[in-house]
């Protein structure tokens, strides 16, 4: 199974029982993505806040909360591990990667994002609704991540091994041409890391690209897909749509939940610029 449904797909599914739409909207510059899905989101749909469901003691953005506080929150949306979950997002695909990640890791069954999300959906004419939707929570049990997750250790040993790390940030940040968005972030990229910026996996409509396509995509980066992967980002959220692209491909890898927001804003980690 694909882990993308399109607008069509969702429509046509709308009202089935055990269905599970989530809005994981969020955005970098801080507009306020609950506001959004209250004006206007998927019927049915719950909000999935990134930063709320996260680790809150860490410094930090929205690294993966620990199995039973992630458990807590998902129940509480009214989702359990057997139900179908739909992500998307208002960007088309950006941070739905991200959520649909978060929730596969930790153990739901089955999950989809919806490819290219509210954009798409309304371009083809489906309904949405406002406000607040009705919710009955549930209980989820969470799993032990393990492997999914590439720790600040983990990359610094990849690195040492030769791993492949796929960078999904824009070029000018990347080669530090550009400011990073945080404070106290150096600009550039890990020794020997691959630059992928996400939109390269995207079509024009905001969709992601499909088979032989999708697979270029990475061979232009100089990604070998079929050896071992860490992808990266600036928080670990478009890293995401790396991981989920891979997948769609039928290839696994680790994300590094830190991301640049870890790396570049340590004293004792190598970057490199150019």
């Known amino acids: ?69 992630f458990a807590a929150s998902v129940g509480a949306l009214g989702i359990g591990n057997d139900h179908r979950i739909v992500v998307y997002d208002t960007a088309g695909l950006f941070s739905a990667a991200r959520v649909w990640w978060m929730l596969k890791t930790m153990g739901a069954r089955q999950v989809q994002v919806l490819d290219g999300g509210l954009p798409r959906w309304l371009a083809r004419g489906h309904p949405v609704q406002t406000g607040e939707s009705e919710v009955v929570a549930t209980g989820f049990e969470a799993a032990d991540p393990g492997e999914a997750i590439a720790s600040l250790d983990d990359v610094r040993d990849a690195l040492a091994q ?72 600036g928080s670990g959220v478009t890293t995401a749509i ?8 039928g290839r696994a890898s680790r994300l590094y939940d830190g991301s640049w927001s870890e790396w570049g804003a340590r004293e004792d980690t190598p970057v490199e610029t150019g």
């Open 1 to 69: 199974m694909s882990f993308l449904i399109s607008s069509e797909d969702l429509g046509i599914r709308l009202d089935e029982p055990g269905l599970r739409i989530v809005d994981g909207s969020w955005h970098l510059d801080g507009r306020d993505a609950r506001a959004d899905f209250e004006q206007a989101h998927i019927p049915g749909a719950v909000f999935f806040d990134l930063d709320a469901v996260s680790d809150r003691d860490s410094p930090l953005p929205h690294m993966m909360p620990a199995p039973q506080s």
């Open 162 to 233: 030769g791993v492949q790390i796929v960078d999904a940030r824009g070029a000018a940040r990347f080669t530090g041409q550009a400011a990073e968005p945080r404070p106290g972030v150096r600009g550039g990229h890990m020794p020997g890391a691959l630059n992928l910026p996400y939109g390269r996996l995207l079509n024009e409509d905001g969709t992601m690209k499909r088979g032989s396509a999708l697979e270029q995509a990475f061979v232009d980066a100089g990604v070998d897909i079929d050896s071992s992967i860490v992808t990266t980002c």
């Open 242 to 249: 790396l991981t989920l692209g891979l997948a769609e491909l």
